[in-house]
């Protein structure tokens, strides 16, 4: 059994505004590939951008280990060791093995995850054994209409699947995984990216479905426009807060995200030690993220 969600309120920056202000985090860029095909993604490697998807290396699970050993060592106030990328930890098993080595050495560290949760339902039970604390779902929409304009296509056991249908899918699998892990203990957060020409006012109703899922807290991401969705705007700060308040009806949100990059180690908002950590960059290609 992962810790409750009240102990993750004191202990997970990413979950309370309190333990923002003194605990820490390590991203472990563990997981290469994708399986979904976000229309606002540009996932990249390099040491300028500071959003989701960006990594300046990719990493083994044995070198994982020996970031988190660095990581403490430059910040001891980390009390959190994540995956959320660059690509989708449940693409490759790459970042479940990670969990299973630092489980080994650092048995009382927090482990936390994301996911776009096409593969939740198949590997909800490892997800469990493995002890996970936190797992993070992107869910954009719950309306396949919708979620087909974010998201053009996935690749689901071996099949190419477009538009409504993959949108179908993606959303089931989701919905089921988060109800299957909420179910066993594990704290569920949802992520959604607000894009205001397309799910503004749909938010409300993902709040509202993730939380009857299981889903403990929800956190709301303005879209930076890239990619595909580059002709859509940013959302201002009064439709954030107004999505927001329709969406806290529902679930706890979360406002204090950071849009951290997959590889930042150190307190949200402080110095970053990643560049102390990664120092081997790695060329990627064919790729992508879910954001």
Same mark, same amino acid.
């Given at each position: ?63 994982? %280990? ?7 060592? =430059? ?14 930890? =449940? ?15 650092f048995p009382d560290i927090i482990k936390c995850m994301s996911t776009n949760g096409l593969l939740l339902p198949d ?11 936190? =797992? ?33 899918? +993606? ?34 109703? %993902? ?21 595909? +969705? ?8 009064? =439709? @954030?807060?107004?999505?927001r308040g329709k969406a806290e009806k529902y679930i706890r949100v979360f406002r204090h995200c950071q849009r951290c ?22 060329? @990627? ?7």
């Amino acid at each position: 059994m992962g810790r409750s969600f009240l102990e993750l309120t004191k202990e997970h920056p990413c979950f309370s505004v309190g333990a923002k202000a003194n605990k820490g985090r390590v991203h472990l860029p563990v997981s290469p590939g994708c399986n979904i095909r976000c229309r606002f993604c540009d996932r990249k490697l390099g040491v300028s951008d500071v959003r989701p998807g960006v990594a300046s290396a990719i990493i083994s699970p044995e070198e994982a %280990v020996e970031a988190v050993r660095k990581a403490v060592a =430059l910040c001891p106030d980390i009390t959190v060791a994540g995956v959320a990328g660059p690509g989708d930890t =449940l693409a490759t098993p790459y970042a479940l093995e990670a969990f299973r080595r630092i489980r080994e050495e650092f048995p009382d560290i927090i482990k936390c995850m994301s996911t776009n949760g096409l593969l939740l339902p198949d590997h909800a039970r490892e997800i469990i054994e493995v002890g996970i604390d936190a =797992l993070t779902v992107t869910v954009n929409a719950v309306d396949p209409g919708i979620q087909a304009r974010i998201c053009s296509g996935i690749t689901y056991h071996g099949k190419q699947y477009e538009g409504v249908r993959a949108a179908e899918i +993606l959303i089931e699998n989701q919905l089921d995984g988060i109800r299957t892990v909420s179910d066993a203990g594990i704290t569920v957060k949802v992520n959604t990216v607000l894009i205001p020409e397309i799910n503004a006012t749909h938010v409300e109703t %993902v709040a509202k479905t993730v939380a009857e899922a299981g889903a403990k807290i929800y956190n709301i991401i303005p879209l930076i426009p890239r990619h595909e +969705l580059s002709w859509c705007s940013s959302p201002s700060c009064a =439709l @954030l807060s107004s999505v927001r308040g329709k969406a806290e009806k529902y679930i706890r949100v979360f406002r204090h995200c950071q849009r951290c990059r997959a590889d930042a180690a150190g307190i949200p908002g402080e110095e970053d030690f990643s560049g102390q950590i990664y120092l081997r960059p790695v060329r @990627l290609e064919n790729t992508f993220s879910h954001g």
